[in-house]
């Protein structure tokens, strides 16, 4: 039954990418979003298949493998490659599964209301479902030459959305996408296979529980090639070029999806198959990955304070959040690695609200300048008051999503211990109250002060939040309310495993 | 040195000297003819060597067909007989290959063969050469086949523009 | 005392040659064209058919001299035999348009395609380096008449040109290496050349050496080597390739980009594999390799007209081709079970290779007039608005060809290539292919979001003929399928 579940996650979005891409617009359209319904549904019955229950804290015994799947799939497929079709879900990765499939039902519901100029809704609906078979795919692989292919069906699909249906100067946003992501993926080609070449298998399960054992020389190389990779995709300072441009011209589904799940994709391989496959290399590589970390947090900050394009700002802050997490991941504490677990999540769903709330304002004013922009707060109150919301939510306040990622990287940092990683950990503390400054900054200019002419140009009857805008942004609301509250929702889930991972990498 | 290496020798100096004038002169008819001296040298080399059938097959075709087609070529394009400057090349370029070729050519098989005297073997006759193909080469010979007829029918073909086109 | 010859093993070969001659006497006899192109096609698909069912037996082995024998048939050369009877029934398909229009006689055209296919054939399966050359200008030569066939145009006869003289030196350059090898050895056989270069020989009644100390045998290895690379149009030799597809009809380059790269290819891995000692062509292969890809890449970049940017990729392809190869340059890469992945995955890109380009070329013609070349990239703005269907076929076939999903063939290709370096311990290699693969994406993608542009000019849509639709349809489907099961090719690779 819970085979089920797996298979029917992956396939759904496959038969509503097919059925979307042939039926006319509308039906298209509303094709793709019960697809998309029905595989949401089917990754929240996948959590059923969690052995001891959703709220236990059951430890993990003594030396238990890293990876454990609650159920698991697995075909071969093209033997001469190494290549399986081993799919299973654990503690890691259902978080991300459940946050990929709610974020692409809420974009094919945005998208079944409005479609961005450019071209038919129907072919927009089929791309976000394949990018959403992509990144299903990299969260439930448990096979590397598989995760490598799923990592790369996610290219051109996206590729597509922000070359078709994006801002002024997406076709140059869009091939610089294409080429970074590219570039990141072949080389984690060569690594993947420089780990399979040594270790003779590619099952993850293997590789990470310690059954082989690769030279030192092989975990360097190896972890040098797959952390470059996630460090394009993450992105990490100073790979990070792509990314503003590819968020500030992609339609509103496209950066939603982009931020809140694409980025993911690195941090989770990272942690998954750069840390888990390469411990020595990790521990070898932690300070480098840690100083990067905190110069994205910084870069980011200080970039953001200067910024004066909504959208711009958002992929900025992005690259801190994203920063913080990278973090958490190079202390190589349990610590560190659930706060970039649950920071994952939090990005995922605060900046995917930004996103929406981005686009909803551009759409209604026709402009993102925050010169230009003011005074949301007089004409539209909701508006403003949601912008808030998700600003404050970013910025990681207590009691919502964004706190505990941002918190407890930090506190990784210093539970580290040692000169430099306190330092690091005190300037990833100045980076949050930059992370502030700036978003309180972005308030200030388009929320608060006078109304400005372009503000009040649009009658109220265009600016009022329709039921579509609303059915879209209030989970992501309740949600970062929701984990704000209950980190346990994520983190009781991944504790056992990274606790094994831990165990694996000091080993 | 036997009377056979002083032919070799002899010969060969023919066939590079004839072969210098062919590219150096402006004259088209006497590029002509300096192969024809060039040619059969090389075939005067072969029957020195007792490759007979290969010699006499050197003659018939190359001195035979390839260089009266050329002349007949020379004629029916009323292609100029006398001096032309503008046959002229900067022949550098050609002089570094060809030379850098056949000097580097000739030390590879010093280095290989020394002073050696190899044993010259039964005349090459055309009984010798049919065994040998028969025996051991009937494939490639056969495969030779096709090639010649998709050779005879495309100079057909290039050479009647008229043929199966419509205009 | 003559050979014993084996007529099943050469069945593949005698339908390629009997399809040659049908041809010709259908055109003389009934001079119809369509019962001309029939004949051809119907003779194609036999020749590939038979060359299924004789390597799905065990292998022969025929023309022989003691344990040396001149053409062997085994599961490598019917994968070959099969996919030149494929290729050239693919070609004669979306040559029927052209035929029509009356560019070219169709007689004529169809046997000199099919000379080229019995070539293509005898060369799998070539045991010696003669028949291995002979056949390679057999399958060569009537490209160089068919190169020629739009009459009308300067760059036709120039392609033709061009293409003749380069490939004559190119000829002569391999022949000339094969003579210094039968100097050093005395022997022609591919299975007798490979113990005899490195064992030791005695010159001239001289004293034993051993037979790769002397520069001669490294010179006649290079040179034999360098010659094949020309057909593959390796660079530095590939200066032809370009202006040869840009002048040709567009059915004729898409038959040369992939037939005639296909025996280039084979010609090279037989004799690498087996007579050539891997110490010495490694580092060959390994330096072709790298500057193929590379210039390939780089100058397509920069590519304004299809039919060239179609054969500057093509180069680069050439390029990942041989990458595997290249991994013999380092001793790791020449142990047994190293050596016998490099050589599967050279063969499966190539077969990966082939089946995308020929989708590639076969949407290309669907797009163009019968008589008309590639034309200039900017002319296909928007076509995959005005035909759905042929717009996401050449769109599949450019994105398979760079390495990405949905091409799956392509991704899988790349994955094969960089698996055999990485288990051959060339890991520098596999990354100067990784990094190619980027370049590469940045034409691919290019073309292929042009396709999708809006269309300023608003051109109507065109008819497409039922033959060249056909093809096209075969090809893609061919082209998802084993980008869905790249095992079978894999298996089929690996003999």
Known sequence: MNEAFLVAVLALPALGAAGAALCPDRAGRWCGTVF???????????????????????????????????????????????????????????????????????????????????????????????????????????????????????????????????????????????????????????????????????????????????????????????????????????????????????????????????????????????????????????????????????????????????????????????????????????????????????????????????????????????????????????????????????????????????????VAAFERGGAGWVTLGVLAAIGGALTAAYFMRLLGKVTHGAASPAVEAPPLPAIRISGPELVAWSPLVVLALLVGLVPALVLGLSEAPVQSLIEAVTR | MTGADVLLLALGAVAVGSGVLVVTTDQLVRAGLYLVVCLGAVAGLYLVLTAELVAWVQVLIYVGAVVVLLLFAVMLTRAPIGRSPDLDRPGLPAVLIGGGAGLGLAALFADAFRWSAVELPAPGNAERIGTELFRAWVLPFEVLSVLLLAALVGAIIVSRPDIGSRS | MTQAVDHVALLPGYLAAGTAVLVLLADLFVARRVVTLAVAAGGAVATAVAAIVVGAGSDRSTFCVGDACSYLANDRSALVAALFGFLTLGVLGLSAPLLRAGVAPAGEYCFLLACSMTGGVVLGAAGDVVTLIIALETLTLPLYVLVGMRRQTVESAAAAVTFFVVSVVATAVSLLGAALLYAVTGRLHLSTLGPALTGDVSLAGGAPVRALDLPLTSVGIALLVLGLAFKVAAVPFHAWAPPTYDGAPLPVAAYLSTASKLGGVVAILAVVTVALPPAVTGPILAALAVLTMTVGNLVALRQIRMTRLLAWSSVAQAGYILAPLGALALADGRTGDAFSTAVTAAVAYTVFFVVLELGAFAAVVALREPTADGGRIDSYRGAARRHRWIGAALALALIGLAGLPPGLAGLFAKVAVVRSLLTGSSGWLAVVVALNAVVGLAYYVRVAALLYAPDPLDRPARAVPWPVAGVLLLATAFALAIGFAPQLVLDWAAG
């Open chain 1, 36 to 410: 998309a319904a029905l595989a949401f549904v089917a990754s929240l019955l996948l959590g059923t298949a969690h052995p001891a229950g959703w709220f236990s804290y059951a430890p993990s015994g003594q030396g238990a493998p890293p990876i454990v799947p609650w159920t698991s799939v697995d075909v071969s497929w093209v033997p001469a490659l190494d290549l399986r079709l081993h799919f299973g879900v654990d503690g890691v990765s259902y978080p991300l599964v459940v946050l990929t499939t709610l974020l692409t039902l809420l974009c094919c519901l945005y998208t079944l209301w409005h479609v961005p100029a450019g071209g038919r809704g129907n072919t927009l609906v089929a791309l976000l479902l394949v990018v959403e078979i992509g990144m299903l795919g990299t969260f439930l692989a448990l096979d590397l030459v598989l995760f490598f292919v799923f990592f790369e069906v996610v290219l051109l699909p996206m590729y597509a959305i922000i070359a078709g249906w994006g801002g002024d100067q997406r076709r140059h946003a869009a091939r610089k996408f294409a080429l970074y992501t590219l570039f990141g993926s072949v080389l984690l080609l060569v690594g993947v296979f420089t780990v399979v070449a040594a270790a003779g298998t590619a099952d993850l399960v293997t590789l990470t529980s310690g059954a082989v054992t690769l030279t030192r020389t092989t975990q360097l190389a190896a972890f040098t090639l797959l952390a470059i990779a996630f460090a394009v995709k993450s992105p990490l300072w100073p790979l990070h070029t792509w990314l503003p441009d590819a968020h500030t011209q992609a339609p509103t589904v496209g950066s939603v999806l982009l931020a809140g799940v694409l980025l993911k994709m690195g941090t989770y391989g990272l942690i998954r198959v750069a840390v888990g496959v390469a411990p020595e290399g990790a521990r070898w590589a932690s300070p480098l990955l840690g100083t990067l970390a905190v110069a994205a947090i910084l870069v980011g900050c200080l970039v953001c304070l200067a910024q004066t394009e909504l959208k711009r700002l958002i992929a900025y802050s992005s690259v801190g959040h994203m920063g913080f997490v990278l973090l958490g991941v190079a202390t190589l504490t349990a610590t560190g690695i659930q706060a970039a677990l649950i920071g994952n999540v939090a990005h995922g769903i605060i900046t995917g609200l930004l996103f929406f709330l981005a686009g909803a304002v551009k759409d209604r004013f026709h402009t993102g300048d925050l010169a230009v922009l003011g005074g949301l707060r007089e004409r539209s109150p909701w508006l403003s008051g949601l912008l808030a919301f998700a600003a404050i939510a970013s910025l990681g306040l207590p009691g919502l999503a964004g706190f505990w990622g941002e918190a407890f990287a930090v």
